[in-house]
């Protein structure tokens, strides 16, 4: 079940999955050290899909909107559903909430430099050179809506 929630809104399970989700990914499974709850996450957006038979969050991200633009960030899918299309059906999700609170904005991604294609697939065009953030190398992104081939 698709969910867009401010931190208010969550709840306090909601709140321990989406962690435990994110910290699986880009600290367990990266092998990262650094702050992955932030500030940023106080005024974000939190779009996810909570399984209903186990509550666990299978996919999420979040949307942070400032006066020219918004941004997407913190995209991850549970490790055993990478590859089943639910990366995609999450960032359909993700268009769809920044179109309809923020209409007519630019819409930004920072995305790992391994994903790019991904994101090129679904509108995204890179803007720039590769970058490092939190140790990984990433790729500022601009939603066009024009799908690459």
């Known amino acids: 079940m698709w969910k867009v929630k401010t931190l208010e809104e969550l709840s306090s399970l909601e709140l321990l999955e989406i962690l435990q989700l994110r910290i699986d990914t880009f600290v367990v499974e990266q092998n990262r050290i650094y702050h992955e709850v932030d500030d940023k996450d106080k005024i974000a957006y939190h779009i996810f899909n909570q399984n209903k038979a186990s509550n666990a969050v299978e996919s999420y ?5 400032t006066d020219e633009e918004v941004v997407i960030g913190r995209v991850t899918t549970n490790k055993s559903l990478r590859g089943s299309g639910q990366g995609k059906v999450l960032m359909e999700q993700v268009i769809e909430v920044c179109q309809k609170h923020f209409p007519n904005m630019t819409i930004k991604l920072e995305s790992q430099k391994q994903v790019v294609p ?5 509108g995204y065009k890179s803007l720039g050179e590769p970058y490092i953030f939190e140790q990984t190398p990433h790729v500022e992104m601009l939603y066009t809506g024009v799908i690459a081939e």
């Open 61 to 65: 991200a979040r949307i942070i909107a």
């Open 118 to 122: 991904f994101y090129e697939k679904l």
